[in-house]
């Protein structure tokens, strides 16, 4: 009976760089996705087709994947840059390309694998079908969705594998469905700028004026940590699991990676039909934390249904880890006491604190004293003009975080994992002297031989601890040795030298073995004929900003396509943003949450509220069946006039709405 094949699952990181990307591939990742040279939805994190290429050189050694972002949407005339990068990426070695842009399937593309990309907005198991029988083989779902949901877009997708965010920075609104940056400055989030203005403070107002909230950050989100989920998501059909971040740090990077590594391996060896979609296993320096990387707190979102306190609404900053407590302060220092001896402050630390308002507060530290126990005294670093009496509401009693910890930065500057594949290493005596024969733990095999004369040992079993203990010896190399066996009838004489010779030549030849062995991903074919889009009317929404996407969704059976907000068709009032984050129900003002309570909650009403900050407003009116949230408001005259100015002095062609055909 044939063996069943095994399920192999992939954890995808972030790199801003490719020694970022080398890193988190040493870390324990199977895939790391990185921008290019543009079109990229980072648009500060874009790189060279030769770094690319050393990355994908180093990630195909351990069988691991390179994917490049091509996830903006494009004007006309950049459609013809964008196809000839596809074919440079092809030429570097790139695994997939992630895609937004559907008028990109229109061009002569490479034979490269195509992902959708968040930006395509997957929600449906009707959304996640039509993409996968347009040719994409794997797909990012929307971050909003349950398990259910997950389930119900698994029975539809058998043929691509489903990809979904478990960790980092949220984006408060449906991906590729904001479009407040660009209506409030001009940058548009589907065109890799977006400006994050869901991070301000707002004052939210009622119908009647009455303030609900004041100046809180209530469309600022915590951050996604799935960790805890990670089983669930497998059994409901996820296959790669996403680390969000390219614009993170290296540490970052390997920390939350070796998080995830490990978390997954675990599961998998427990779990005979899971397997980690690259090769080897990693050892660390350091147990990973994720908790020491930026974040604004953590949660897992809507995959167990809608919570309440998914909010980051004091601060989109990052408070850190709790430290201790603040025991005096004196006119140019304060005392801490961390209340664990084990816990030791370090120049340059950062430390936060909460002031009488709910603000989050700051100070690096520029020399930390000991003074014996668990209490230290603080020097801070002050900025220029600032005075110590400028630190707000720091007073004893005071509870201390901290946000950098430069005993951990430090730790994670050096090396801190060595990535290796197992190998079986064989050394058999043949007619004319010695073969090395080596077998990793995918079956790949390599052999070499060595002439030299068959001289019995002197020391049969010094010759026998000798030749394994050298031949164990791959320390500079991406190999481990699992097991050593002599298959010679008498161990017989062989100088060091030649035995680390014969070694060195084995592993070069099993390195070249298993780049021969390497297959790169295969790009689907789209069903034919052409499989109809869901709907058959697309509204400025669906993001289209060039003719080649209008004739793919026309090709597709649409017949009213809408253009894209970045062409400036809809001047009015519209959502610039939807969301299933409700402010109400984040406020405890959502009439379901109401049902059954006396008083003024049970009175309450889904009507729209305001969202003010400065002089911007924005109205916010909710859709309870599909339980969504719809920021309502115009582009800025005076963005609109700037864009416009732009575009007269270099004149550029996109895509205007006109019905299909």
């Known amino acids: 009976m044939p063996a069943t094949p095994m399920t192999r699952l992939e954890l995808l990181a972030p790199a801003r760089d490719a ?39 180093h990630a195909h050694r351990f069988n691991a994947r390179i994917f490049v972002t091509l996830n903006t949407i494009l004007r006309d005339d950049e459609l013809e840059g964008a196809r000839t990068l596809t074919w440079q990426l092809h030429d570097a070695g790139v695994d997939a390309l992630i895609v937004q842009d559907m008028g990109l399937l229109e061009l002569d593309l490479p034979p490269i694998q195509l992902h959708a990309s968040t930006q395509t907005d997957i ?57 407040i940056s660009h209506a409030m400055t001009g940058r548009s989030a589907n065109r890799g700028s977006c400006s994050q203005e869901c991070r301000q403070p707002f004052t939210v107002v009622d119908g009647q004026g009455r303030v609900v909230a004041h100046d809180k950050h209530v469309l600022s989100l915590k951050d996604n940590d799935q960790s805890a989920n990670l089983e669930a998501l497998i059994d409901a059909g996820i296959r790669s699991f ?62 167990n249904g809608r919570k309440i306190d998914i909010g980051a609404f004091d601060s989109p900053k990052h408070a850190g880890m709790p430290l201790g407590e603040v025991k005096r302060v004196g006119p140019d220092s304060f005392d801490v006491d961390t209340g664990d001896a084990t816990r030791v402050v370090n120049n340059g630390d950062a430390l936060t604190w909460w002031d009488r308002q709910g603000e989050l507060q700051g100070v690096p530290v520029n020399v930390a004293t000991p003074l014996g126990g668990t209490a230290w005294r603080i020097e801070p670093n ?19 975080n901290r946000n950098r910890d ?72 991406i190999f481990d040795a699992r097991r050593v066996r002599l298959a010679m009838r008498e ?7 030649k035995l680390n010779a014969l070694r060195r030549d084995g592993v070069a030849a099993l390195e070249a073995a298993r780049e021969a062995a ?58 610039l943003m939807i969301t299933k984050h409700c402010v109400r129900w984040s406020l405890s003002l959502c009439p379901k949450q109401a049902k059954g309570v006396t008083g003024v909650q ?49 004149p550029v062609r996109f895509y205007r709405s006109r019905p299909a055909g």
Not at 24 to 53: C, L, Q, T, W
Not at 382 to 400: E, I, M, R, Y
Not at 533 to 562: C, S, W
């Open 406 to 477: 430069m005993a951990w930065e430090r730790l994670l500057a050096k090396p801190s994992a060595d990535r290796r594949i197992a190998v079986d290493v064989t050394l058999a005596q043949v007619a004319d002297g010695f073969e090395l024969s080596l077998k990793d733990e995918t079956g790949v095999k390599a052999a070499v031989r060595l002439p030299h004369a068959l001289e019995p040992a002197r020391n049969p079993q010094q010759a026998e601890a000798q030749y394994k203990e050298h031949l164990a010896k791959l320390g500079d190399t």
């Open 602 to 650: 049970g009175t309450v009403r889904a009507e729209p509220l305001t969202l003010q900050h400065g002089d911007d407003h924005f109205t916010l009116r909710f859709d309870c069946k599909p339980c969504e949230m719809h920021v309502v408001g115009s582009m800025q005259k005076h963005v609109l006039k700037q864009l416009n100015s732009q575009m007269k002095a270099e």
């Open 123 to 179: 929600r449906t198991p009707e959304k996640a079908r039509f993409l996968q029988d347009v040719g994409f083989s794997q797909m990012v779902l929307a971050r909003e969705l349950d398990l259910k949901q997950i389930r119900a877009i698994r029975e539809q997708v058998q043929h691509a594998h489903l990809e979904f965010f478990v960790h980092g920075a949220l984006c408060v609104a449906y991906s590729g469905q904001c479009f």
């Open 242 to 303: 996403k680390i969000e971040g390219r614009y993170k740090d290296m540490a970052t990077v390997k920390n939350v990676t070796a998080h995830y590594r490990t978390l997954l391996d675990a599961i998998i060896d427990r779990r005979p039909e899971l397997a980690r979609s690259s090769d080897g296993r990693c050892r660390y320096t350091f147990t990973p934390e994720p908790e020491q990387a930026f974040n604004r707190g953590g949660t897992d979102y809507f995959v």
């Open 518 to 575: 390497f297959r790169r991903l295969p790009r689907h074919a789209p069903v034919e004929p052409p499989v109809p889009y869901p709907d058959d009317t697309l509204t400025y929404l669906a993001n289209v900003y060039n003719a080649q996407a209008a004739a793919f969704y026309a090709r597709h059976g649409v017949k009213v396509i809408g253009a894209a907000y970045e062409s400036h068709e809809e001047l009015g009032e519209v959502p």
């Open 19 to 57: 020694d970022i990307g080398i890193e988190a591939i040493n870390h324990g990742a199977d895939a790391v996705y990185i921008g290019g040279p543009g079109f990229g939805a980072r648009d500060k994190a874009g790189n060279a087709i030769e770094d690319i290429a050393r990355l994908v050189r």
């Open 382 to 400: 002050l900025s220029k003009g600032q005075q110590f009496s400028d630190l707000k509401d720091l007073f004893p009693g005071t509870a201390l």
């Open 491 to 497: 161990p017989y004489f062989l100088p060091v030298s």
